[in-house]
């Protein structure tokens, strides 16, 4: 004679609760890449046809954007080995793309320097990244510019400790979104004898 054994009911439940958790971290582990490339996607405004942050690909179409939405661009200058670089990328360019107030004011494009994938110049051709910060007076990494929608060097950030980054940057962004509707105040001219994006 065979003789079933049933767990009682009490006992089902204390193993549901483990086996229900499992299968609910193995479900969300599953549906986690959706999830963030989602969110990826939704931080990652586009605003006709032209991503909020991205690498730096197409310099006239990006220039031709700003033009017609009057909005400035923020060009950031890192490099592959530079921690501080990914310091400032980690605590405050990531942390822009993510919040709402700062979408729609401009557009930010990454410059790797030590990158071998060039982009197209204002002139059409492809460029190196290398050339392009030399062009612009690039001396180290990190380094920051804005642009006004002509091209005109209106704002940087070279160094600056971390303590006091976000203040640099919230300034230099406020002075960019000024200077993209007037470049007539001397703020706007403090860079003007500055390489610009033309």
């Not at 690498?55 to 060009?75: E, F």
């Not at 200058?77 to 670089?85: D, E, I, R, W």
């Not at 002509?150 to 203040?167: C, D, L, M, Q, S």
Request: with cysteine; aromatic share 10%; glycine share 8%.
């Amino acid at each position: 004679m065979t003789v079933s054994r049933r767990l009682p009911l009490h006992s089902l439940s204390v193993l549901s609760r483990p086996l229900g958790a499992l299968l609910l971290a193995l479900g969300l582990g599953a549906a986690m890449p959706a999830l963030a490339a989602n969110a990826d996607d939704s931080a990652m405004a586009i605003y006709d046809d032209v991503r909020f942050v991205d690498h730096l690909a197409d310099l006239p179409a990006d220039l031709a954007w700003m033009q017609k939405h009057d909005k400035p661009m923020m060009l950031f200058f890192h490099a592959s080995y530079c921690g501080y670089c990914q310091k400032i990328d980690d605590e405050f360019l990531i942390p822009m793309r993510l919040d709402p107030d700062y979408q729609g004011r401009m557009i930010i494009r990454r410059v790797q320097i030590d990158s071998d994938d060039r982009f197209i110049g204002v002139d059409g051709n492809l460029k190196e990244p290398a050339a392009f910060a030399d062009e612009l007076g690039v001396r180290g990494v990190p380094y920051v510019l804005f642009f006004s929608p002509g091209g005109e060097r209106i704002g940087e950030i070279t160094g600056a400790a971390p303590a006091f980054y976000n203040h640099y940057l919230d300034r230099n962004v406020d002075r960019a979104e000024r200077c993209a509707k007037d470049m007539s105040p001397a703020e706007c001219r403090e860079f003007i004898d500055q390489p610009g994006l033309k």
